[in-house]
T-cell receptor, first 112, second 117 residues
């Protein structure tokens, strides 16, 4: 069964500091991984997905199949980055194809 | 111009009542989903429909019945509401599903906060 783990429920950093939100996954197939962000009382928004290899709002994430990780990083955090961040894994095959499994979420707070 | 919309935004009701939440997407997507976000902010898929056909049903009680009158709409009807149903319900859509490409990306609605008293 697929599983996504975000070990940190809360993460606090100061503005300008580097930030890393951890995500580990368990999946037997070839993983499709995403990071979604939810600002206070707003809808979930796609931040990035690994196949796009983009940098959005200064965030990057690299898929490490050896460590089964997809950590989200930003070198210099900004106050507007404060939000809930979800790592998600897409089941792209089998009987549950299309199923997006979310991690527990990490609340990032960036202090001024 | 909203891509995925839900109504109502807030829903407060008594235990035992029946209520519906509506979802519409104007993106021309084939697939729609319902997710539940509980009080601990944990998100879990409930259903998905592809071209009006039920694809995923994640051990959701029978009291929850999704209905897809057309590709652009996926409504959620809940019978005999219970206290534990209080949550934020998110609708989402994607162009396709399960192909492992850009077309799998899911876009979410604003959510419906359901409170059962």
């Amino acid at each position: 069964a697929q599983r996504v783990t975000q070990p940190e429920k809360l993460l606090s950093v100061f503005k300008g500091a580097p930030v890393e939100l951890k995500c580990n996954y368990s999946y037997s197939g070839s993983p499709e991984l995403f990071w979604y962000v939810q600002y206070s009382r707003q809808r979930l928004q796609l931040l990035l997905r690994h196949i796009s290899r983009e940098s959005i709002k200064g965030f990057t994430a690299d898929l490490n199949k050896g460590e089964t990780s997809f950590h989200l990083k930003k070198p210099f955090a900004q106050e507007e980055d404060s939000a809930m961040y979800y790592c998600a894994l897409l089941n792209a095959g089998g009987t549950s194809y299309g199923k997006l499994t979310f991690g527990q979420g990490t609340i990032l707070t960036v202090h001024p | 111009d909203t891509a995925v919309s839900q109504t109502p935004k807030y829903l407060v009701t008594q235990m035992g009542n029946d209520k519906s939440i509506k979802c519409e997407q104007n993106l021309g997507h084939d697939t729609m989903y319902w997710y539940k976000q509980d009080s601990k902010k944990f998100l879990k898929i409930m259903f998905s429909y592809n071209n009006k056909e039920l694809i995923i049903n994640e051990t959701v009680p029978n009291r929850f019945s999704p209905k897809s009158p057309d590709k652009a709409h996926l409504n959620l009807h809940i019978n005999s509401l219970e206290l534990g149903d209080s949550a934020v319900y998110f609708c989402a859509s994607s162009q396709k599903m399960g192909e492992g490409r850009e077309t799998d990306t899911q876009y979410f609605g604003p959510g419906t906060r359901l409170t059962v008293l």
